[in-house]
């Protein structure tokens, strides 16, 4: 994968940030206590009224690390090492920007080429996207919940949501109708066929079915509804976002009636 797509997409570098306010090395982050340390530095940054709002923003953040593995995986046929004990956690702000942000360290960056054989590939990818979501982001995730007091089934919730918004665009820029259906089966297959046992869970929380609402902007179209509450309203002067699960119908057609007029204006 080139850098700039690492970086800008998925939040990925290959060199610590200087200018770190927390970091940690994966296998330190996976430790409740030492992620209690990174988003309690966090909270106060997105003017968080709740630890657990901290946690919903973090779980955000570390799905970029999954949808890089899907990225690479379909896109590439590759598979990049983010075990834990190659990743390093670093909270920062840069200089004259007014928010915080989260940067994954890959310091010895290493992909593995995926088979070109039909089954061999089948056996390369369930080992991979296992390995992945069970030693790295299951351990995250649990450590994360664990420590802001948030249902760790809230936090894979967000996944499936970011998914398909992203995955529409990869197969938008697909080069190839073999890869588009790559990118279709691939996401099939971690859906619907990937133990829930990888995930810690009754359930793989990326079988989720999706639910469409109104567009407000047009509403002869439709757009996706969250599959989980992000917990925005939990932060300083925020509401309910307009594709947020927890509204009634009701309070979302006032939304989008306000969105609409501050469009207007």
Known sequence: MEVNQLAEHFSIHLQKKENAIVSLSGKEAQHTGNMNALLEAYAPLIKAQEPKAAVAYFGSWLSS?????????????????LSLSKLAIQLYREDGQDY????????????????????????????TLSRFYAETMRPLLEAAAQAGGHDVGQLWGQLPTKFNYYLEHFSDAA????????????????????????????????????????????????????????????????????????????????????LRSSQAN
């Open 65 to 81: 690390l999954a949808l890089c593995l899907q990225y690479a995986l379909s896109m590439e046929n590759k598979a990049p090492d």
């Open 100 to 127: 915080s942000s989260f940067a994954f360290v890959v310091e010895n960056w290493k992909e593995v080429d995926g088979p070109s054989e039909e089954a061999e590939r089948a056996s390369w990818r369930k080992e």
């Open 175 to 258: 080069p190839s109708c073999a890869i588009r259906q790559r990118i279709s089966a691939d996401y099939d297959y971690l859906k619907s066929e990937l133990s829930p046992d990888v995930f810690g869970r009754k359930k793989n929380p990326f079988d989720v079915k999706i639910r469409y609402i109104p567009d407000w902007r047009d509403e002869s179209k439709q757009v996706r509804q969250k599959n989980v509450c992000c917990l925005y309203y939990l932060t300083e002067g925020a509401h309910y976002c307009y594709t947020c699960p927890r509204m009634k119908e009701s309070e979302r057609a006032v939304i989008a009636e306000e």
